[in-house]
C-alpha cells in the first residue's frame, strides 16, 4: 500500500473546536478523495467528524462547506487529492 | 350554502386613508394570493396598480404598503418576515424592504393580510389593530420622540404590553433619505427610506394585536413535522451552528483575510482592526445574550451592552456584520463600543445603518482628499477613524443638521449637491448605497447589485463561493455544474438568474433566507419550501410554479421601474468597482466592466428582456402580465 502526505487547515471555528488543532498533516493512501480524507479524520478524532462535513447520505460535503485544494475550491467530495496538497475546510460566505 | 374554507390566509386587505381617517376591509380572492404569494408580490401588484407613473414618493400619492404571506404564522423557523414596500424616496424605484421578528405573525393574526396606507394624515397619527378591527389614533404626543420611547408609550396607552409596535424615529419624520421603520425597537426595515415615506403621511407608527387567530393552515401535522426535523438536525450544519455562535459577524475575518471586507469606502479589501470587530471579539467583550425571530432556535440577534463613553441599552440589539463593517471596516473605526453605539443612534432615531455607515465612510474619503473641509463639515475632523467624528457626524444625519443635511439625503444626491468630483466616490446603484460586500472578489454579486430592483442589495441571490460547488439544493433549481466566484461568463449569469428568482420568491413568502439552503446558513431545502407552501394552502403546487410565480413578480418590479423612466443605463455599478482594489490580500483586483456588460446582456436575454432590459410582450403574456403590455408599451 503507497502512502501520501496532505496538509489539513480548518477554517471553520467549529472544526478547529472539534479537532482541537488548527490544521495537521495527515497519511492517506493514494488514490484518496476529499471524501476518504474525511473518513480518515474521522478516525483519527472520532466519528462526529462524519456527521458535520458529510452530508446525511455520506456521499458529498454537507451543504455550505467548501473544500479548498491548495487554494481552488473543488467542486464534491469525489475529487483525488496528490502527495503534497494543501486541503482547507471553510465555510461559504454568504450575504446578510 | 357555506364558502370554500380558506387556508393559510385570512383573504382580507385593509386599507387605510390618511388623509380622510377612512378604514376599509377589502376581500380578495385566492387567485390574486395563488398568482403572488404574499411579500413582495403583493406589494409589486398593489403598487404597479396603484401608484401613477412619476409620483412624488414623499407625497400623498405614494402607498405604503405593509404585507405578509400564505405561509406567515406556520410553526417553522425562518418564516417570519413582514415586506414594507412603496416607491422609494431614496431610489424612485420600486423600493422593498423586510422586517424579521414577530410582527408579520402578530399582523396576520389580527386579521389582515396586507395594510396598504395612502394619502397624508392631518396631524399625527398611529393605526391600532387588534381581532379584525382598526382605529387611527392621536400621535401628536409621540411625534419627535424615538423609537423606544413610542414603542413604550404605545404599548402602555394602550395597556397591551405584548402588542408588537412599528414606528419611526426623528429621522422619518424629518424624511431622512434612508430613514427606516423600527420593529419592536431591533427589527428594522431597514433599505430604502420608508420612514420617510411614513413620516411624509405622519404616520409615526403601526400597532398590531391578536388574541386568536383566525385563519387554519391546511395540514398542521406536515408542518409540525418539519418543525421537529428542523430542531432535531439543525446543529449537523456548520453554517447554521457558526451562525447561532457568532451571529452575521461569523464571516467577517475570512472575508477580511480573502481580501474583499469593504474598507476605507471600499478603497481596500482588508481592515487591520478587522480582529477587534469580529463575531470572536464581539462575544467576548460586549455580549449580553442572543435572540431569535418567532419559532428558531438559531438566536442570531445579538443584545450588546457597550462600556462607557459608548453605553448602549439592550433593548435596542446590537450591531449585526453589515452595521458592523459599515461604521467600522468602512469608516477604520476597529471598537466595537464606538459602532455598537452608532447602531443605537440609528435604531433610536430611525435610520438605515448601510446607507448611513456608507454615506459617513463617503464623506470620510472626501475629508481625505480635500474635496470637502471642515468649513463645510461645521468644524468636525471628519478623517477615517475618527470615532468623534463619524458619531458627531451620525447624529448631524439623522437630525438633518449642518453637513449632515446634505448626507441624509444619501450618497447619490449628497454627490451632486457637493460636485467638486465628489461623484466618483459615491458607492450607491440606483441611488441606493453599496452594502457591505464585495464583488471585485465575487463576481456574481455585481450582477445582483445591477439588477436589484430597488438598487444595491447584497440578498437578492446567495453569493458566488455557494455556486463553486455541487449541491442538492442548488441542482433541485437547475443549477448543477460549479461555478468559480470570479467567473461572470454565461453559465454565471445563468445561475444568478435562476438564485435571483429563488430568493426572489422568498421575498414573495416573507422567509428568512439564512434558513433555507441554498445558504451559507440554510438547513431546509427548496423543497422543504414546496411542501410548506402546500401544507399551509391545501394546494398542490410545485417549485415549477412558484419560481414562475416569482418570476412574474421580477418582472412586474422590472416593469414599474420601466414606468417610472429606468432603463438599462441605470444597470450600473460604480466605477470604483471597476478600478483595482487598492491594498488587502486581493490588492490589484477589480471587475472587467467589458465582461459585466456582456453578462448584462446576457442576463436580459435570459429574462426574456430587450437589450434596453425591458420584459418582452412574449414574456408579459407568459407570465399573465398581459394588464401590463399597455402600460410599458405605449405609443
Known sequence: ?96 | MSAKPLFGFNGKWLRVNLSTGKISIESVPEEIYRLYLGGRGFAAYILFRELRPGTDPLSPDNKLVFATSIIMGVPIPGVNRVVVAAKSPLTNTFGESEAGGFFAIEMKSSGFDVIVFEGKAEKPVYLWVKDGKAELREASHLWGKTVKEVTESIKKELSEPSARVACIGPAGEKLVRFANIMFDNRYAAGRGGFGAVMGSKKLKAVAVKATKRPFDFYDMKTLIDINRWFNENWKKFPGAVLRSTYGTLDGLKQLNSDGILPTLNFIGGSFDKADLISGEALNKTILLDREGCFACPLRCKPRVKAKPPYETDPEYGGPEYETVAAFGSMCGIGDLNVISYANQICNAYGVDTISAGVAIAFAMELFERGIITEKDTGGIKLSFGNADAMLKMLLKIVNREGFGNVLAEGVKRAAEIIGRGAEKFAMYVKGREVPLHDPRGKAGLALQYALSPSGADHMQAPHDPIYERESESLKALGITKAVNRLDIGPMKVKVIYYAMLFFGLEDCLGICKFLFLPHQVGVLSPNHLVEIVNAATGWKTTLWELMKTSERVFNLVRCFNIREGFSANDDMLPERLFEGLEFGSRKGQKLDKEKFLEALKLFYEMAGWDHDGRPTKAKLYELDLEWVVNEIYKG
Do not use: Q, W
Open chain 1, 1 to 96: 500500500m503507497k502512502y501520501i502526505k496532505v496538509r489539513v487547515r480548518y477554517l471553520i471555528p467549529y472544526f478547529k473546536k472539534l479537532i482541537g488543532v488548527d490544521e495537521e498533516t495527515i497519511e492517506v493512501e493514494v488514490g484518496s478523495t476529499v471524501k476518504d480524507i474525511i473518513v480518515k479524520l474521522s478516525e483519527i478524532h472520532g466519528k462526529e467528524i462524519l456527521v458535520y462535513m458529510l452530508d446525511d447520505d455520506k456521499k458529498d460535503l454537507r451543504e455550505n462547506v467548501l473544500c479548498m485544494i491548495n487554494d481552488v475550491v473543488v467542486p464534491n467530495a469525489k475529487y483525488v487529492v496528490k502527495d503534497g496538497d494543501t486541503i482547507t475546510f471553510l465555510i461559504a460566505v454568504d450575504g446578510g
